[in-house]
């Protein structure tokens, strides 16, 4: 495909997932090219490499963007900022009919995983990409919710502390309530959780993920099992260090032996439980951020989708 068959991006943010974005874009897409990288701190890393790698930058913010000579060629915007940055980000780029895959947790457009529910948001002006926790469990949610019904499902989220900056850090209660809500919206559970852990260990480990959901006690087994290997297989698509850490497992608990799901309620059923690992492709973060590295895949992989589409059409 040639340069001018491509969408052109630009990345707000130039920091470090904003900076791993980039490379991405620029080693993987096949529909885009990088058009523009957007700071605010002129002597950012983010904006160093983009210069040294022939992007054209600003530090002006969305204003520099607007006012960049080749604004006119961009399409698709990621947002790596703020919440409270995307909501000015997407009023401004509205207006000019650029489409914005939002990574950060302002959620002012419908989560999106693109394994799950791209295609019902191809042509939403804003799409979010929910959480890094929510882009790892989500998938395996809907994988057996499309087979057998989830009663409730609940995660664990552990990442490596170094590996959840400043921004992670003061915004857990959104992180646990946005990955919830998703899991019961995007994934399909009638009830979801979401519980994060920052892992201090050194070395740091992997982004690990637990899923735990309840179904009904007569669900096939080998059916939930299927579905899920399938799933992984296609998350791994976009993100090669995403894997099933053992086999799929299963327990049944019966009226006599219910399941405390809460304090105040227990339930009969089968539990699956699904354990996940992602490890990071190390291309600007390091190998252990599969947090990191798993949104910005997500975003890549959901712009791509977008792309293809507009090429077809």
């Known amino acids: 495909m040639k340069d001018n068959d491509k969408l052109g991006v630009a990345i707000i943010g130039s920091g470090n997932i904003g900076t791993d974005l980039m490379i991405k874009v620029l080693r993987n897409a096949k529909h885009l090219t990088m058009s523009a ?4 701190d002129p002597d950012s890393d983010g904006l160093a490499r983009a210069a040294r790698l022939g992007v054209p930058t600003t530090a002006q913010g969305i204003e520099g963007l607007v006012a960049m000579p080749n604004f006119g060629e961009i399409r698709i915007a990621f947002d790596a900022t703020s919440a409270g940055a995307h909501a000015h980000h997407a009023q401004v780029l509205r207006q000019h009919g650029v489409r914005m895959i939002d990574l950060t947790p302002a959620a002012t457009g419908p ?19 929910v959480t890094c926790g929510g882009q790892a469990t989500i998938p395996v949610v809907h994988a057996i919710s499309r087979v057998a019904p989830v009663r409730y499902a609940e995660i664990v989220a552990s990442i490596a502390s170094r590996s959840a900056g400043p921004g992670t850090r003061a915004n857990i209660d959104e992180f646990t309530q946005t990955t919830a809500r998703a899991l019961e919206t995007v994934g399909g559970a009638a009830r979801g959780k979401a519980i994060i852990v920052l892992n201090p260990a050194e070395p740091p480990l992997m982004m690990r993920d637990t899923i735990y959901c309840l179904t009904d006690e007569d669900a096939d087994t080998e059916a939930i099992e299927r579905s899920v290997r399938t799933m992984v297989a296609a998350v791994a698509s976009y993100v090669p260090g995403y894997r099933l850490k053992q086999a799929v497992q299963f327990d049944r608990y019966t009226a006599a032996n219910p399941l405390a799901i809460h304090a105040n309620e227990r339930r009969a059923g089968l539990k699956v439980s699904v354990f996940i690992e992602v ?27 977008i792309a293809a589409s507009r090429v077809a059409a």
Do not use: C, K, R, W
């Open 37 to 40: 990288m957007v700071g605010i």
């Open 111 to 129: 989560f999106v995983v693109p394994v799950v529910n791209l295609f019902e948001h191809l042509d939403a002006p804003d799409i979010n990409m």
């Open 279 to 305: 490890e990071g492709s190390a291309h600007y973060l390091p190998s252990y951020a599969g947090n990191l590295d798993i949104m910005t895949s997500a975003a890549l992989a959901a712009a791509e989708q």
